[in-house]
């Protein structure tokens, strides 16, 4: 049984040809949503059915992270939110290292960055991150060993 404290998720701090992978471990309670959206072909030859089939894929990112100004992961998302940039970040179902490992790997645009201060707890933020417009589209990466 595979548990989500193994589920990893990487920023890109090099380029997108030549990637350098920074563990981005001060996350909980990570979601990635992965959804297809809807076409209507329905035809008279369906009998009065309303038919349907899968068209473009959605996706987005989203994820609790403790509030740390000095931290590069938290600024580096609190910048791409002020100033709608983009990040090169995959979410992994495990280790980059492992063999096996796989998720969607994506330039991602923060869309959500909203702080949470609870009385009890430590101050953090609510992130959704989605896929923007870039030369390298979002991709399904799988983990090979080398």
Not at 35 to 50: K, P, Q, S, Y
Not at 125 to 131: D, F, H
Request: a negative charge.
């Amino acid at each position: 049984m595979q548990m989500g404290f193994k589920c990893h998720i990487y920023r890109n701090t090099g380029t997108y040809g030549s990637p350098t992978w920074s563990l981005f471990d001060e996350v909980t309670e990570v979601t990635l949503n992965l959804e297809m959206g809807e076409a209507d072909v329905t035809t008279r030859a369906d009998n009065g059915f309303t038919t349907t089939e899968p068209s473009l894929q959605e996706s987005s990112l989203e994820f609790e992270i403790k509030a740390d100004h000095a931290n590069t992961n938290f600024v580096a998302i609190r910048n791409a939110f002020l100033q709608r940039t983009a990040l090169d970040m995959q979410a992994l179902d495990g280790l980059l290292a492992t063999e096996g490992s796989q998720g969607l790997r994506a330039r991602w645009k923060v869309f959500s960055f909203t702080r949470n201060e609870t009385l009890e707890e430590a101050v953090t933020y609510s992130v959704t991150m989605r896929p923007c417009k870039d030369p390298n589209p979002p991709v399904w990466v799988e983990i090979e060993d080398d």
